[in-house]
């Protein structure tokens, strides 16, 4: 079974360019949550979507925003970067609506300058 | 407010050693915890996961215990080998929260040979 999955995995962007980052959950799994890492402020919550609904949000600027997709593919956008956005992007996928474990992907590493 | 912190930012153990990583959390609604280890350029691997329903929960080499009258959760990795140093995080979660995670600030599990 392929784990979840992540793309692009490197990224540079300038700041004030937006940014789009993908990820296919493990097959079957619908629920999909996002999260940012940086050395400062570790694992923060971004948002989940559930069922192309999104369920949960974290404490992030509407600079951040999201979807899921029929098939649970989530994209995650970020508008107007600032170099404060540099971060690993991360996305995890649980099987099911109630709290239960989530699987990590490789993460996207964004890098604006 | 939610908040899970670890005790030691760095723990250092011999090869063959046992390891006891702890983590504090701060949340008496949280009933459902995850240990992660994530190593270095990759994202957070699932190691084990206990409910508020249990006080104790093995796996293999690990074994996570859960103290809910001080608000306490340790992860024990017995003898401790190389591959398992990385950084470890335990993450929180409460029924009807959905798969939102709240993580600790990690600790880093170094073995010396």
């Known amino acids: 079974k392929a784990g979840v999955t992540q793309t692009p995995r490197y990224l540079i962007k300038t700041r004030g360019q937006q940014v789009t980052l993908s990820c296919s959950p493990i097959s079957g799994h619908r629920s999909v949550s996002w999260y940012q890492q940086t050395p400062g402020q570790g694992l923060q919550f971004l948002f989940e979507y559930f069922s192309e609904t999104q369920r949960n949000k974290g404490n992030f600027p509407g600079r951040f925003s999201g979807r899921q997709f029929s098939n649970s593919r989530s994209e995650m956008n970020v508008s107007t970067l600032e170099l404060g956005d540099s971060a690993l992007y991360l996305c995890?996928?649980?099987?099911?609506?109630?709290?239960?474990?989530?699987?990590f992907g490789q993460g996207t590493r964004l890098t604006v300058v | 407010g939610e908040s899970v912190g670890l005790h030691l930012p760095t723990l250092s153990v011999q090869e063959g050693d046992n390891s006891i990583i702890n983590c504090a959390y701060s949340?008496?609604?949280?009933?459902?915890f995850i240990w992660y280890k994530q190593e270095s350029g990759k994202g957070p691997q699932f190691i084990i996961d206990?409910?508020?329903?249990?006080d104790k929960r093995q796996g293999q080499r690990v074994t996570v215990l859960l103290n809910k009258t001080v608000k306490h959760l340790s992860l024990q990795i017995a003898a401790t080998q190389p591959g398992d140093s990385a950084v470890y995080f335990c993450?929180?979660?409460?029924?009807?929260?959905?798969?939102?995670?709240?993580f600790g600030t990690g600790t880093q599990l170094k073995v010396e040979l």
């Open positions: 993450a929180e979660n409460r029924s009807g929260g959905g798969n939102k995670l709240t």
């Open positions: 206990i409910r508020s329903n249990m």
């Open positions: 995890a996928s649980s099987s099911s609506r109630v709290t239960t474990e989530a699987f």
């Open positions: 949340n008496s609604a949280s009933d459902y």
